[in-house]
C-alpha cells in the first residue's frame, strides 16, 4: 500500500531564513500532492498543488517542487516568519480515487 | 458562514455510548469526506460521499461506525458502542466538483472526541 513520510521531529529555525520540509512516498508516483497548513485546534487549510508533471511551483514565499524519480517533494518557505510556525501535511492525490493520503505532517517552529 | 461548519466542537461521553457528528459542507461542494486524526497523526480517511451516495466506505474502521448524507448537503457520522480507542478529532472536508481530481479539500475544525 503506499506510504507517505514527513519528518516527525519539529523544525526549528530562525526568522527570516527559508524552511524547508520534506514529503518521501512509496510505490506510486501521485497525479498530483498536495500540501496544508494545520495550527492547533483547526482543519488543515489548502495551501499548494502540485501535479506529477510539474517540477516546480510558487506561490508568494512558498514553493514546492515534485521530483517523481526520488519519490520527494520539497516545501519551502522563504523570508520565514513566527506567524508560519504551524504543522505542514502533504498529501497524495493519487488522481484515479478521490481520496487524499496524508502524512502525519512536520511541525515548524519560526524563533522571532 | 462560508466554512465547513461541524458540531458539536467537543464531545465527551462514556464508553459504550452512542455518539452522532455533523458536518455542514460549503453550499455548492458535492463531494464531502470524513477524516480522523488521531494524536500525533495524519488524517485517516473514513468515507466519501458523492451527493447523497458513499462510494467508498472501506475507512471506516468497525461495523460500530456509520455515516450518511441528506439533501446533497449534510453528512452525519455516528459511533456506535463507543470505546476508548474512537477517541480522536473527526474532520470533515468538502469540495465541489464530483470527482474531481488534484482538488483541494475544504476542512472543518473538527469534532475532538474524549471516550471515558
Known amino acids: 500500500s503506499q506510504k507517505i513520510e514527513q519528518n516527525s521531529e519539529a523544525l526549528n529555525i530562525q526568522e527570516g531564513k527559508t524552511a524547508t520540509l520534506t514529503c518521501n512516498y512509496t510505490?506510486?508516483?501521485?497525479?498530483?500532492l498536495q500540501w496544508y497548513r494545520q495550527d492547533p485546534g483547526r482543519g488543515p487549510v489548502f495551501l499548494l498543488l502540485i501535479r506529477e508533471n510539474e517540477k516546480e511551483k510558487r506561490k508568494e514565499r512558498l514553493k514546492v517542487t515534485f521530483d517523481t524519480t526520488l519519490k520527494q517533494s520539497l516545501f519551502h518557505i522563504t523570508a520565514s516568519q513566527p506567524a508560519d510556525s504551524a504543522t505542514y501535511l502533504c498529501?497524495?492525490?493519487?488522481?484515479?480515487?478521490?481520496?487524499?493520503?496524508f502524512g502525519s505532517g512536520t511541525r515548524l517552529l519560526v524563533r522571532p | 458562514g462560508a466554512g465547513v461548519s461541524q458540531s458539536p466542537s467537543n464531545k465527551v461521553t462514556e464508553k459504550g455510548k452512542d455518539v452522532e457528528l455533523r458536518c455542514d459542507p460549503i453550499?455548492?461542494?458535492?463531494?464531502l469526506y470524513w477524516y480522523r486524526q488521531s494524536l500525533g497523526q495524519g488524517l485517516e480517511f473514513l468515507i466519501y460521499?458523492?451527493?447523497?451516495?458513499?462510494?467508498?466506505k472501506s475507512g471506516l474502521p468497525s461495523d460500530r461506525f456509520s455515516a450518511e448524507r441528506t439533501g446533497g448537503s449534510v453528512s452525519t457520522l455516528t459511533i456506535q458502542r463507543t470505546q476508548q480507542e474512537d477517541s480522536a478529532v473527526y474532520l470533515c472536508?468538502?469540495?465541489?466538483?464530483?470527482?474531481?481530481?488534484?482538488?483541494?479539500?475544504?476542512f472543518g475544525d473538527g469534532t475532538r472526541l474524549s471516550i471515558l
Open positions: 498529501a497524495l492525490d493519487m488522481g484515479s480515487s478521490y481520496k487524499l493520503i
Open positions: 460521499f458523492q451527493g447523497n451516495s458513499a462510494p467508498d
Open positions: 453550499s455548492g461542494h458535492t463531494a
Open positions: 510505490n506510486y508516483s501521485p497525479a498530483y
Open positions: 472536508a468538502s469540495s465541489p466538483n464530483p470527482g474531481g481530481r488534484g482538488q483541494p479539500q475544504h
